[in-house]
């Protein structure tokens, strides 16, 4: 079974950094795209971004265009999510997901917490 674990988050003043890793167990990673969604509270779940691990190419939603970068480590089988000048809006738990086989794969999630 496919295992992710997300890691970095914490408690940032708003215009501030955080960098999210996620872990995985992948074995053929390069085969997967992953991707970082958030959830803040009482909101639904939203897609952040996503990389497609063979060809690198990415996605991001509106609201962090030029702000976040996701990017991949294919030795350490690990996918990142750079997030800077941070915005109180952005407070959310941060999960990262991959699909195998028609079945998703979610991590445990990380609080991400930006004080205005």
């Known amino acids: 079974e496919i295992q992710l674990v997300e890691s970095g988050g914490g408690l940032v003043q708003a215009g501030g950094s955080l960098r999210l890793s996620c872990a995985t167990s992948i074995f053929t990673f390069e085969d997967y795209a992953i991707g970082w969604f958030r959830q803040a509270p009482g909101k639904e779940r939203e897609g952040v971004s996503y990389i497609r691990i063979s060809d690198g190419s990415t996605y991001y939603t509106d609201s962090v265009k030029g702000r976040f970068t996701i990017s991949s480590d294919n030795a350490k089988k690990a996918v990142y999510l750079q997030m800077v000048n941070l915005k109180p809006e952005d407070t959310a738990v941060y999960y990262c997901?991959?699909?195998?086989?028609?079945?998703?794969?979610w991590g445990q999630g990380t609080q991400v917490t930006v004080s205005s």
């Open positions: 997901k991959t699909r195998w086989k028609g079945n998703d794969f």
